[in-house]
T-cell receptor, first 116, second 112 residues
Framework: DTAVSQTPKYLVTQMGNDKSIKCEQN?????MYWYKQDSKKFLKIMFS???????INETVPNRFSPKSPDKAHLNLHINSLELGDSAVYFC???????????????FGPGTRLTVT | QQPVQSPQAVILREGEDAVINCSSS?????VHWYRQKHGEAPVFLMI?????EQKGHDKISASFNEKKQQSSLYLTASQLSYSGTYFC?????????????FGTGTRLLVSP
C-alpha cells in the first residue's frame, strides 16, 4: 500500500488555467504539508495542516489555495497558472508531537507541473 | 533562513567515506536529514534533536552541535545506492508545530 499518494503525477497546462493536485495519506498522521521544489532543487514549504486546520501558510501567492477535507487528504488548487509555477509539488505527512520531539516526514511521489 | 550545506557536490568511489555538513545562523530545535534520488521523493534518514536524542537508520550516523547550530551526516563505506541529493531540514519550533526549512542540498555520486 502506498503511504502518501498524489495525483496526477504529471500536469502540463497553459498559462491562465486553473488546476488541482490531490494528496492522500494512509499512515494515520495528523499533519500534512505541501512543498514546492523548483528547477534548482530548492525544497520550500508552502502550507501545513494539522487535523484539517491550516497551521503554516508561507508567503505564497493567493492563487494557491489548499484544502483539507479530512486529516487524510490535502488538496492544492492553483488559479491563473503562471510560467513561474512550473515545479515539482510534493505532499508530505507526519505525526505531530506538541509536547516535544520531532517526527520524520513521509513524502508523496510528487507532481511535476509544467506551465506553457 | 535557509541553512547552508557543504560541500555542494561530492564524488566517491564505492567504499569511501564522506561527510556532509549543514549550518544554520539560527538556534535550532532539531535537524532532519533526507536523501532524494533523481526523479523520486525525498526519503527520511535521520532526526537529531536538541538535547541529544536521535532517530534514524542504523547504517547512518550524524551529529548535531547545538552551540554552533551545525549538523554533520557521516556516510561510511559508501555503496552505489547512496548516490542522490542529501538535504538537511532545520526546525526552530517557534509555534509548537513542525516547520522544516531545507538546505541547499549536497549531490553525492558513488561510482564503482
Amino acid at each position: 500500500d502506498t503511504a502518501v499518494s498524489q495525483t496526477p503525477k504529471y500536469l502540463v497546462t497553459q498559462m491562465g488555467n486553473d488546476k488541482s493536485i490531490k494528496c492522500e495519506q494512509n499512515l494515520g498522521h495528523d499533519t500534512m504539508y505541501w512543498y514546492k521544489q523548483d528547477s534548482k532543487k530548492f525544497l520550500k514549504i508552502m502550507f501545513s495542516y494539522n487535523n484539517k486546520e491550516l497551521i503554516i501558510n508561507e508567503t505564497v501567492p493567493n492563487r494557491f489555495s489548499p484544502k483539507s477535507p479530512d486529516k487524510a487528504h490535502l488538496n492544492l488548487h492553483i488559479n491563473s497558472l503562471e510560467l513561474g509555477d512550473s515545479a515539482v509539488y510534493f505532499c508530505a505527512s507526519s505525526l505531530e508531537e506538541l509536547a516535544g520531539g520531532s517526527h520524520e516526514q513521509y513524502f508523496g511521489p510528487g507532481t511535476r507541473l509544467t506551465v506553457t | 533562513q535557509q541553512p547552508v550545506q557543504s560541500p555542494q557536490a561530492v564524488i566517491l568511489r564505492e567504499g569511501e567515506d564522506a561527510v556532509i555538513n549543514c549550518s544554520s545562523s539560527k538556534a535550532l530545535y532539531s535537524v532532519h536529514w533526507y536523501r532524494q534520488k533523481h526523479g523520486e521523493a525525498p526519503v527520511f534518514l535521520m532526526i537529531l534533536l536538541k538535547g541529544g536524542e536521535q532517530k534514524g537508520h542504523d547504517k547512518i550516523s550524524a551529529s548535531f552541535n547545538e552551540k554552533k547550530q551545525q549538523s554533520s551526516l557521516y556516510l561510511t563505506a559508501s555503496q552505489l545506492s547512496y548516490s542522490g541529493t542529501y538535504f538537511c531540514g532545520t526546525e526552530r519550533r517557534n509555534t509548537g508545530f513542525q516547520k522544516l526549512v531545507f538546505g541547499t542540498g549536497t549531490r553525492l555520486l558513488v561510482s564503482p
